[in-house]
């Protein structure tokens, strides 16, 4: 049977991101002998030529929330012009949403739960040698006119048996950041993530990992073979198991004794910084590691608390402080609003988040993302808090306090619904984590072939950044915690707006928004005036 793979990016998507999920079961499939075609299209830019004359017998894809409108669209289309294809579909999403999927768009004939490269393979043999349905573990498909769903799949003992991802889309989409997997679980117990479901780890926590050697030598791999030097690590925590910190220390190592020139960032848990010694955030800074995402989460002790989180608030902020102090980008996992949000965590959180600059992101809108996978999710159940979206919007709910709902219903009135306040919100989401991740990328290889040139267009991008970023974060204390005053006590929208407005008019949220992006317009254009080689800098 002949594959295709297929990654539909929407416009909602802030930036075309590598896709490891695809690749891995890519890689499997090929390995077992089948001919697998895999592409990353926009949704309004999908070559159905090309599809229907590679002629699949199925077609896999990873659901977005944010690019279900485009697959819906695809599979309807799709269909039309091959009727006889089976259409699958998988991910996280699809795991917890798989009978309302299968449900809603009758296109759809299979869900994948769970990894996905064994389960693909099965179903595959399955289909090809007229085999029983219901002997295939871990998908969910209809049989007549009813949805079934079949037992799970066991999880893969060993990592690293398994090849390395297929890099299709990163060649074929000119990507400049590979996405890296290491491991699959989780040692935290952190309440909002759907991770220990996902993994079916129960009650245990189900982590594996594939060694140092087998990372770095992929590392090099792509590296030696598609150009790119940057790498996202997307662990979960990649300081896991966690007992020690040999494992970090280990990769540090082996990418220095390889002598190999890259950049890249993993996510850690505050605590990390309990353990860590000088010397191991010195290996970690010259093997090449410019950006770190730290879980956060809240400045609020009792938040942290029902967020499961294992470090505290003095955690957190040694950590932040740690990174910040040698020099290596820091951006941090933050969740302001839920359902049982306080004031007081509203103003531990918000002077946080100013005192360290991320105020300037607007961060303090993050609320929490519910779904099904979580543990929170439960106990939200159970309290008779939550609202149903489906699929689409996933869950929403009620605040314990009505004043704080005042105060959300507000700030998304203002800043994520209305046109004026909309599109900064996503630019300066895209600039907090992608960009600024991405110059701190080039910042290093600059760095290393001293190239003083281009080092100081990065740089000075860099700083002007701060600089816009720095002023949106001191007017955004101001209004924030006087707005707060106004819901604690005596709610008036009139008395809102005008706090806001005061400070964040639309003028002024206009030249914000155009003072970020002629710094990266700036930025691109001396790349185009240093040479071609500096193309692959421009985003």
Known sequence: MRVVLILIYSEQMLQSLDDVGIGYIGAYLREQG????????????INFKTICEFNPDIIGMPVYREALTGIKKFCKNIKKLIPSVKLCLGGVLATYYDEELISKISEIDYIVRGEGELIMHNLLQCLENNGDIRNVKGITYRLNGTVQKNDNESLIRDLNKMPFPSRDIIKNNKLSIAAIST??????????????????????????????????????YISTNTGVVSFDIGNNS????????????????????????????????????RKVTEHLIGRLKESGMCDVFIGV??????????????????????????????????????????PYSTFQAQRDNIKFLSDYGYAGYFIMLQKLIVDKGAAIYQRLRNDNLLFDGGIEHGYSYQYKDARIKNLVNFLDDYFIRSEQGNPLIKLLKFYERNYMQFLSYSERQFMHYDDSKALSAVSE?????????????????????????????????????????????????????????????GLNRKYMRLGDKYEKYIL
């Not at 935290?188 to 996902?198: A, Q, Y």
């Not at 209004?479 to 005008?498: I, R």
């Open 183 to 220: 491991t699959r679980g989780c040692y935290g117990k952190c309440t909002f993530c759907d991770s220990p479901g996902f993994w079916r780890a129960e009650n245990s926590h189900r982590w594996r990992g594939r060694t140092i050697r087998s990372l770095v030598d992929e590392l090099e």
């Open 34 to 45: 089948y001919e697998v075609l895999i592409i990353g299209p926009n949704e309004n830019k």
């Open 238 to 273: 990649f300081e896991d198991p966690g007992s020690s910190y040999d494992r970090v220390l280990e990769f540090a190592d082996e990418v220095i004794r390889r002598k190999l020139i890259i950049s890249y960032t993993f996510a850690i848990r505050s605590v990390f910084q």
């Open 461 to 521: 991008a860099k700083e002007s950044i701060k600089e816009i970023v720095g002023e949106i974060n001191k007017r955004n204390y101001v209004w924030y915690t006087q707005l707060l005053d106004a819901a604690e006590n005596n709610w008036n929208s009139n008395l809102a707006n005008e706090i806001v407005n005061k400070n964040m008019s639309y003028e002024f949220i206009s030249e914000l928004y155009n003072g970020l992006l002629s710094v990266k317009n």
């Open 297 to 338: 989460e809240s400045a609020n002790e009792q938040d942290l608390k029902l967020f499961g989180k294992i470090g505290n608030v003095e955690d957190n902020i040694k950590a932040v402080e740690m990174f910040r102090n040698v020099g290596i980008n820091t951006t941090i996992g933050f969740i302001n609003f839920h």
